[in-house]
């Protein structure tokens, strides 16, 4: 256990199944803090949508790390974050780390609740995920090998998160972390296409992009089953987010780690290497 690990504490990982939460309940587990992943196929079931539910996870929790379902962005997201949050507090945590999106005015609205909750806290604003490619909502995409997205040939600073893990690892069992707002990128812009080639190079099938309206993009998303309030608050958060108001470069790892952030053609190689798109092509 790290030397600035309290004995007591309970680290409740909300979202603790999903991409980043699972990492962080991991790196927990590694240095032996008493780890409660909560979401709605956890042993004490979460639910973002039953207030009713909150309660019982937050028993017994002294520190939090908050991953958001489906996305701060979305309508009704501040209003659970506020009543989760001060629920938190009221119960007895003392630290909470939110997950954010950066470029987001509405996940900006999340993140000032946290920090008025009353507790520690700790935002950790990241850009796109790469492993979206992988194991989120583009592995489907990547593995019929065409990535459609609105995106245009915009700059994107594809964070790994490896390191979104190990910040909010940080910020759990490290002093130093409260009250700062790490906004958090990768260490250089790619297009999609650029993406697309790297993902290609790594995975030795070819995988295109194919620039598409935001139009279109709603057909695609509402095809795949997507219910149509979600696809149309989707579009909206990507029409905001990939125009080119998140093409540079952020120094949350930096400052956060004291390293620097890991690379896309390192995150495709390690990827591809665990045959997540050995089936790319292969399918029909
Ligand atoms: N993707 C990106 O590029 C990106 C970039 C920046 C920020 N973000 C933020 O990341 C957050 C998502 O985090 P993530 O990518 O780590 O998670 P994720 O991989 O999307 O996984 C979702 C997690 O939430 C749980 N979940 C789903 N519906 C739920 C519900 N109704 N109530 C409670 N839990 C629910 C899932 O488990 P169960 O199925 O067991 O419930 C799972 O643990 C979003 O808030 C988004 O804004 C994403």
Known sequence: MSEHTNPEDLVLVVGGTGKSGRRVA???DA???PVRRASRSSAIPFDWEDPSTWAPVLEGATKAYVSYYPDLAFPGATEQIRGFAELAVAAGVRHLVLLSGRGEPEAVA???VVQDAGADWTVVRCDWFAQNFGEGFLLDPVLAGMLALPAGDVGVPFVDLDDVADIATAALTRPGHAGELYEVTGPRLLTFADAAAELSAASGREIRYLP???EQFAE???GVGLPPEHAAA???LFAEILDGRNANLADGVQRALGREPKDFTA???AAAAT???AAIGQEG
Do not use: F
């Open 26 to 28: 991991e790196r927990l």
């Open 31 to 33: 240095v032996g803090l």
């Open 110 to 112: 999340s993140e000032k």
């Open 212 to 214: 598409v309206t935001s």
């Open 220 to 222: 695609v998303l509402t």
């Open 234 to 236: 989707l579009n909206d």
């Open 267 to 269: 995150y495709a190689r």
């Open 275 to 277: 045959g997540v798109w």
